[in-house]
Nanobody, 119 residues
Framework: QVQLVESGGGLVQPGGSLRLSCAASGFFLDYYAIGWFRQAPGKEREGVSCIRSSDGSTYYADSVKGRFTISRNNAKNSVSLQMNSLKPEDTAVYYC????????????WGQGTQVTVSS
């Protein structure tokens, strides 16, 4: 069965850290760009970060640059998003998506994991 599963979300205080994981089953992430997206209540889904399969290059939204780090773990067939210095405005449901050969359209999506930053 082909699927993506996110994990690692939770409740954290401002300034804290979380590490999200996007694990694949049924296919190999090596051949896919992996993007992290988030959607806060009443807002549109926005791109947070992406890592390409072709050259490993990464992208970060301005709002998370310097705080978030995306990385691959090919041995575990997963991609992580390390989130540091979290702010209340980072609160959202975080989703990962996989796009074959780095194309623009995503082939697979996870179910999402909730991140809440609050004191």
């Amino acid at each position: 069965q082909v699927q993506l599963v996110e994990s690692g979300g939770g409740l954290v205080q401002p300034g804290g850290s979380l590490r999200l994981s996007c694990a694949a089953s049924g296919f190999f992430l090596d051949y896919y760009a992996i993007g992290w997206f988030r959607q806060a209540p009443g807002k549109e889904r926005e791109g947070v970060s992406c890592i390409r399969s072709s050259d490993g290059s990464t992208y970060y939204a301005d709002s998370v640059k310097g705080r978030f780090t995306i990385s691959r773990n090919n041995a575990k067939n997963s991609v992580s998003l390390q989130m540091n210095s979290l702010k209340p405005e980072d609160t959202a449901v975080y989703y990962c998506g996989a796009a074959l050969n780095d194309r623009d359209n995503y082939d697979y999506w996870g179910q999402g994991t909730q991140v809440t930053v609050s004191s």
